[in-house]
């Protein structure tokens, strides 16, 4: 290790803007996220948690100055729920921004609609290994 460098442990990573990240409530929200999860999340949750797919997933964890559904931080692997309202221009527009600075950073976002997650939920994780 440099003495010159920060160090940082492994298993600290921090991926928010650190300059939004208390401006936006970043925390408070993603936990209040957790905490209220839509049935489709919930569902989804079930199949990632406990490296269920053979790797880690985080739910709620914020990158940059947004807060992703899922996230497997090893692969760079970012996984969305949608509902309706993501059909609506102006939501679809801002969730194209959205992926768009997420693929700068160098993730990949999948997108799935809650109707998948909760109907077709084993399509949906073969999609996902797919991606791993």
């Not at 460098?5 to 970043?26: C, M, S, V």
């Not at 999860?37 to 880690?56: D, F, I, M, S």
């Not at 700068?104 to 994780?125: D, P, W």
């Given at each position: ?56 997933f985080r739910r709620q964890h914020s990158i940059d100055r947004y807060i992703t559904d899922f996230i497997c931080l090893s692969h760079k692997l970012i996984i969305e729920l949608d509902g309706a ?48």
């Open positions: 290790m440099n003495p010159t460098e920060p160090y940082l442990p492994q298993d600290k990573i921090f991926t928010a803007d650190k300059k939004q990240y208390g401006k936006l409530e970043l925390k408070a929200r993603a936990r209040r996220m957790r905490h209220e999860p839509t049935p489709a999340e919930a569902k989804l949750w079930q199949h990632l948690r406990n490296n269920q797919l053979g790797v880690k309202g993501h059909l609506e221009p102006d939501q679809a527009d801002y969730d194209h921004g959205r992926s768009a600075l997420l693929a700068e950073l160098g993730y990949r976002v999948l997108r799935f609609s809650n109707e998948q997650a909760l109907n077709q939920t084993e399509a949906t994780l073969a999609s996902i290994k797919v991606n791993l």
